[in-house]
């Protein structure tokens, strides 16, 4: 390699790597403050009602338990969107599990008696608890008619595409049920309060909206609310807005005891009372020509928000705009809402809405295939974006469009014709293990935007600031959360590489609102691509600082000077980076730099028409899913999975595909083996023997391809990744199935019970 | 009391016989390598080593372990350096948030400890009770086989 | 919560304290490998909390007694695998009630010659679990989702209640009246079980549908062991977990078995004879239609797999 000090596309060790194989790092549950409390929740018990008191066993008082109540709040709302969240309720129940006080004690083991000396006397009322039950809407749990959010994207005029002689028309309706996050480590937080306000640390993605949270809630200014994340066992958007909750909680607790509180949540509260993914009902109606040229799109996209509005209105956003899938189609209506029902809260998942509306869409282009007689993955190469291609939101994609290479490079590495054509043919086999399977293949395209939504980005401004520090060190500091996938190290290689510095010599502040600016939220695949190219900016004017300094000290014009590895030369000859910061910084103490979101100036959208650019840029996909179904139980094994995935560059491959291999496991479980049960608005199976993920026995063999086709307003062509890999699975999973059995399901999940249910109803062969 | 050999050092435990092995290691010795995910025997975040032997730490009481051995991933480590193990993790991508990791790392010391060539499948079954939600698994399962083949070459080294 | 505990290291202490505390009026639970016990407790519902519907009722209701542990995990005698000469000279092997699924599946004579076992043991939880479940938790927590109770019914096992007052051995299949219920009295301990070794001509089929391939509890399991002559059921023992109250034994289908030619058995018969045996129920794991469908199907590959 040309440049030994190149950071961009190798596997570094990452930095948080050796804390985690040796134990040594402190997750939020390993840590405890001096005179800690612990905290716990009191729920309400029923789905809807309204309470009319809350009685304290005076075992409380007397054994000095803090209770918190809707009485103790400043202002009882967690602020998000829409702030109709209560902190804690005061008289509307509106969900099974929701906040009605707070307790905290010395000792963990009186937690318990605690909970229980708080009663609760209510009135219960009818819940709504179905879609249908809220889109009719005999008692609103949301305004007049429950909806919390609509969209509207009409791209031509379907009514009149219609009209076109000769189209074949398909329709249909597809389901997709909730998802638990399970992130292996529970939500929990620490709070304390002192001279400089609130301080909050916890597993936490996005500390700044809890800071928000706090100052809305606690009446306290920007400057008194401390929030720092800790290291954090997963979060895949369950940390996103629910961490806001849990910290005010803690909060509260703190200031009325005086003293620092502890809440983590066990498994089954953190499974009950925290988001999931919202689950969809998604109507298309589609006309094609016969060569499979998609004409027209008309889809219905339907919400369950649950209770509260939460982040509802964006996750349907994200939804709408993903709805058409990655197909060229002249003429499209998409109508979406959000309804609520008196649910938990559904929120940020992985995907955001997305993998509901490609599941429905890509089931629907199976359907259409079929009807056509055209080979499923044919009639999406027909139709598949290309450069040059407009969206339903009159987008023109004019670069990084690599969904077509995802496509060829997964064909080929699974050799997806040959088992396609093996499969149908072929009849019962005996599987490694003796058992009856058949077999299947089935195949996904699908892009997932990168970043926020339309002006989302350039609304938020989000801020990184690099500081150059003694021997020629640099401390990145943003408010990007490693949550796992690796922001720390992919971070400390995009400044690495924008000021040529060794790796090593890169730090990632902790983030702390008290000590990094808001880069925005740690969602939305923004994290590399968006805050990413801003942490490239700001480490590449630290450097032009060092440099333009070098110039100076030896008085030469600065363009004679040569940033080359770690040293500057010129006609002076060569100077260490290190000598020549050291030397800025004992003339100038601070050098820093504090850089914002750069949007590219030719971006149009529109929020009210819901036209143009809908994101700068799109990741692509292609997911093949190999599967055996056993022929007595219906059980599904995806036996392997390939995934070519384009993501503009890996700046660190093994992390990327890391990323990939693990969203796609997560649209695998969704799809064969998560199912969560209801009954009365409560959650039956809060528990991990009873919500079945997916073990290294379940899991598919993952066969991973990076495509790089760049964008450059990334940061060295890079895009986002976090998402993307959830769209696919579930859909390439079913249309797997289907070839294995028969079986055409258009609603997730697929457990074997919904397999041998279908069987009896005679699903469409 | 109890008393328990905790990573090589005897240690007399003051809580209660029937309290959770995992708690008397994270709350009373301070070792907070091992971790809780789910308090029934599913995650195996909280896997450790009892007289050798991989178990999940939430299902023991800790009166069951008097006068034995317990290893946590802090007993893992032989030295300054990273084990083989634990340096093939990082580098193969079988870490990411982390949380499962220590208990996966236990499983896996005592697979290569009782097979130092296992085949895939015979990886990915001694993982089977370690739930990871990050990677897919398939990173984690490379990176045991690579431990593997680091050790066995590192014994063949030693052994003319 | 508070517990009393002892951790006897003998049989003899162990049945000392079980009595005692018997005698006191205690509630003993005897405890073995814990993969249970350690759960419920620690997942219990709280228990200071009033009923359902009783919401604004103060004070709490008491809380029960005091129980008492009696932690069997250092009575080697509960982890013996020993070898006996029954009726007719043939070889019963006893299992100490504290023998774990993991030593099912390393013990080199029960690995060779009741390969059922290890099938089973190997599909027990994952690895950790195996190494700490037994046989005698198994049996004595009475799940009818139990992997072992079946295959030890198949295998014709007997169980030993012991007392201080004596032994007694009965047959597994008549060891439970009802849901987690048996007929252990409070005094006795779950001492051992004991098989026969498998008679020539015998075939074992063990098949666990669980909800996935490891860390997995039964949605339905069957074990079997039958024995033929000359292609005729001469013998034949099938057990079959998740299906009702209890695990299951198949006794209309070991009765429509017996003295004929598996093939030759009409399918409906035999389809009809295990819908008697069982009474399988939807709940969060699965479905009763679910369970039904599975359990025929697998009743059905067991037929077959006889005459492979």
């Known amino acids: ?765 | 009391m109890t008393t328990v050999t905790v990573n090589g050092i005897p240690r007399e435990v003051s809580s209660g016989p029937l309290s959770r092995l995992l708690d008397v290691l994270r709350e009373e010795l301070g070792l907070t390598g091992t971790k809780e995910g789910c308090g029934e025997g599913e995650c195996g975040s909280c896997t450790v080593l009892l007289d050798g032997v991989p178990v999940n730490a939430c299902l023991v009481a800790v009166g069951q372990c008097d006068g034995r051995r317990v290893t946590t991933v802090e007993g893992l480590q032989e030295g300054p350096d990273l084990t083989p193990l634990a340096r093939c993790l990082i580098d193969g991508g079988g870490a990411q948030c982390g949380i499962c990791t220590p208990g996966m790392l236990v499983s896996a010391s005592h697979l290569l400890a009782r097979n130092p060539s296992p085949d895939e499948a015979q990886v990915r079954e001694a993982l089977a009770g370690n739930l990871c939600r990050c990677t897919g698994y398939q990173r984690i399962v490379d990176s045991v086989l690579e431990a593997s083949r680091l050790l066995r070459a590192r014994r063949e080294g030693a052994s003319p | 919560m508070t517990h009393g505990y002892v951790r006897p290291a003998s049989l003899a202490e162990a049945l000392s304290a079980v009595a005692e505390g018997v005698r006191e009026g205690l509630k003993v639970t005897p405890l073995c490998g814990g993969t249970d016990w350690m759960v419920e407790r620690h997942l219990a519902p709280n228990p200071y909390k009033s009923p359902e519907g009783a919401v604004d009722a103060l004070p709490p209701p008491p809380l029960p007694p005091p129980d008492v542990v009696v932690d069997l995990s250092a009575v080697d005698e509960l982890r013996k695998v020993e070898l006996e000469v029954g009726e007719g000279g043939r070889t019963w092997v006893r299992l100490g009630a504290g023998v774990t699924y993991r030593t099912l599946r390393e013990h080199p004579y029960l690995v060779e010659k009741f390969p059922i076992l290890a099938a089973m043991a190997s599909e027990v939880g994952a690895v950790q679990i195996q190494a700490l479940g037994t046989l005698g938790g198994n049996i004595a927590t009475g799940s009818p989702a139990a992997d072992g109770v079946p295959v030890l019914v198949a295998l014709g096992a007997r169980v030993r209640l012991q007392s201080l007052e004596g032994a007694r051995e009965m047959p597994l299949e008549d060891y439970y009246t009802g849901y987690r219920r048996s007929v252990r009295h409070d005094d006795e301990l779950l001492e051992s079980v004991v098989f026969p070794e498998l008679e020539a001509g015998s075939r074992w089929f063990w098949r666990k549908v669980g909800t996935r391939r490891a860390q997995s509890i039964s949605k339905v399991a069957l074990a079997s062991v039958v024995t033929l002559d000359g292609g005729v059921v001469t013998a034949a023992r099938l057990a079959m977990a998740s299906v009702a109250p209890t695990v299951a034994c198949l006794r209309g289908v070991r009765a429509a078995l017996l003295g004929q030619r598996p093939e030759a058995v009409p399918e409906g018969a035999l389809l009809t004879a295990l819908r008697g045996d069982i009474a399988p129920i939807g709940d969060v794991r699965s479905t009763r239609e679910y369970r039904l469908h599975v359990a025929e199907r697998v009743l059905l590959r067991m037929r077959e797999a006889l005459g492979d």
């Open chain 1, 1 to 765: 390699m040309a440049d030994a000090r190149l950071y961009v596309g190798q596997n570094v060790p990452r930095v948080d790597g050796v804390a985690k194989v040796t134990g040594a790092a402190k997750y939020l549950d390993d840590l405890h403050l001096p005179d800690m409390l612990h905290g716990a929740t009191v729920r309400s018990e029923v789905a809807r009602g309204r309470l009319t008191g809350l009685a304290v066993d005076p075992w409380l008082a007397e054994h000095g338990v803090t209770v918190v109540t809707a009485e103790d709040v400043p202002e009882n709302v967690v602020a998000l969107i829409e702030d109709d969240q209560p902190v804690l309720v005061r008289e509307h129940i509106r969900h099974r599990y929701e906040p009605v006080a707070l307790v905290a004690c010395e000792r963990k083991e009186d937690l318990q008696r605690a909970l229980a000396g708080v009663r609760q006397t209510v009135t219960p009322e009818a819940p709504v608890l179905s879609l249908d039950d809220a889109l009719r809407a005999e008692s609103p749990v949301h305004g007049p008619d429950n909806i919390q959010k609509r969209y509207r994207i009409v791209k031509g005029d379907v009514d009149r595409a219609r009209q076109e002689p000769g189209l074949v028309f398909t329709e249909g309706t597809y389901h997709v049920h909730h998802q638990e996050h399970l992130y292996i480590e529970p939500q929990g937080v620490i709070a304390w309060w002192d001279a400089s306000g609130v301080h909050v640390l916890g597993s936490i993605q996005c500390p700044y909206y809890v800071h928000k949270a706090l100052k809305r809630a606690l009446k306290v200014t920007d400057t008194e609310a401390h929030v720092t994340q800790t290291v954090t066992g997963g979060g895949f958007g369950g940390k996103e807005e629910y961490p806001s909750m849990i910290a005010l909680h803690a909060a509260l607790l703190a200031k009325k005891s005086g003293r620092p509180v502890k809440v983590v949540y066990g498994r089954g509260e953190d499974m009950e009372a925290t988001t999931r993914r919202h689950p969809a009902r998604v109507k298309i109606t589609s006309g094609a020509r016969s060569d499979g040229t998609l004409a027209f799109l008309d889809i219905d996209v339907l919400m369950d928000g649950g209770a509260y509005v939460t982040l509802t209105p964006v996750v349907l956003s994200r939804g709408t705009l993903h709805a058409t899938g990655p197909y060229r189609c002249p003429d499209v209506r998409v109508v979406a809402r959000a309804l609520a029902t008196n649910t938990p809260p559904n929120g940020a998942f992985r995907g955001f809405g997305a993998p509901q509306t490609i599941w429905a869409i890509e089931r629907h282009m199976d359907r259409l295939a079929d009807q056509l007689g055209i080979e499923r993955e044919a009639l999406r190469r027909h139709n598949l974006f290309v450069e040059g291609d407009v969206t339903a939101t009159g987008q023109t994609l004019k670069v990084s469009v690599g969904g077509m290479q995802c496509l060829d490079a997964a064909v080929k590495a699974s050799d997806y014709y040959a088992k396609r054509a093996q499969y149908a043919s072929e009849g019962v086999q005996r599987a490694a293990d003796g058992r009856r399977v058949r077999r299947g293949i089935g195949l996904s395209t699908f892009f997932h935007g990168a970043g926020f939504t339309g002006s989302g980005e350039r609304r938020l401004k989000g801020r990184v600031q690099v500081d150059l520090e003694p021997g020629g060190s640099l401390r990145v500091r943003s408010a990007s959360t490693d949550i796992g996938q690796g922001t720390e190290t992919v971070f400390a290689q995009l400044a690495a590489q924008a000021a040529r510095v060794p790796f090593a010599r890169v730090a990632v502040e902790q983030p702390c609102t008290t000590h990094v600016p808001d880069s925005g939220p740690t969602v939305a695949s923004r994290t590399v691509m968006v805050v990413g190219s801003i942490v490239e900016l700001a480490a590449r004017d630290v450097a032009e600082r060092v440099r333009a300094d070098v110039a100076r000290h030896h008085a030469v014009a600065p363009e004679r000077v040569t940033h080359g590895d770690d040293s500057f030369t010129g006609p002076f000859g060569e100077e260490s980076f290190a000598v020549a910061s050291d030397r800025l910084l004992g003339r100038e103490p601070r050098v820093v730099s504090l850089r914002q979101f750069e949007p590219p100036a030719d971006v149009f959208w529109d929020d009210d028409t819901y036209t143009g650019e809908a994101y700068p840029a799109y990741s692509w996909g292609c997911d093949i899913a190999a599967v055996e179904v056993d022929v007595d139980t219906l059980e599904t094994r995806v036996t392997d999975f390939w995934a070519a995935q384009d993501v503009g560059k890996a700046i660190h491959p093994v992390l990327c595909a890391g990323q990939v291999e693990g969203g796609s496991l997560q649209a695998v479980g969704w799809a064969v083996s998560e199912a969560l049960v209801w009954q009365d608005g409560a959650i039956k199976n809060a528990r991990m023997t009873n919500y079945i993920i997916p073990t290294s026995l379940d899991a598919p063999r993952f066969h991973t391809t990076l495509i790089e086709v760049p964008y450059p307003g990334g940061p060295f062509g890079a895009k986002g990744v976090g998402e993307l890999p959830m769209d696919g699975g579930a859909p390439a999973v079913a249309s797997a199935v289907e070839q294995a059995t028969g079986l055409a399901l258009d609603a997730l999940p697929l457990l074997p019970e919904d397999l041998l249910r279908a069987q009896r109803n005679g699903a469409p062969q």
